[in-house]
C-alpha cells in the first residue's frame, strides 16, 4: 500500500531524503514568492551604472600598467646604460 500525499512515510531512508532534498527546494520556491523584482527601467538604469563603472575602472587599470611598464622600461634603460 502507498502512502497517500502529504502523510509520512515510514521508510526512513525516504524521509531523510525528502528532508535533506526535496525541502530546501519547496523553501525556496516559496522564497522566490516574496522576491520584489525591478522595474524596467531601474533594470535599465543600474545596467548603465554597471557599464560605466566598469569601463572607468578598465580605463584606470589599464592608464596604470601602461606608466608602470613604461616607468619599468625606462629603469631598465638606465641600468643597462650604466654597465
Do not use: C
Not at 24 to 35: A, M, N, Y
Not at 37 to 52: C, F, G
Not at 75 to 81: A, F, H, N
Amino acid at each position: 500500500m502507498t502512502p497517500q500525499k502529504g502523510t509520512e512515510s515510514s521508510n526512513a531512508l525516504v524521509r531523510a531524503f525528502q528532508g535533506a532534498i526535496i525541502k530546501p527546494f519547496q523553501e525556496s520556491r516559496g522564497e522566490i514568492k516574496h522576491v520584489v523584482w525591478p522595474s524596467r527601467p531601474e533594470v535599465i538604469r543600474l545596467t548603465i551604472v554597471v557599464v560605466v563603472l566598469s569601463a572607468t575602472l578598465s580605463l584606470v587599470l589599464f592608464t596604470s600598467d601602461s606608466i608602470y611598464t613604461w616607468l619599468l622600461l625606462q629603469l631598465q634603460d638606465i641600468v643597462q646604460r650604466a654597465m
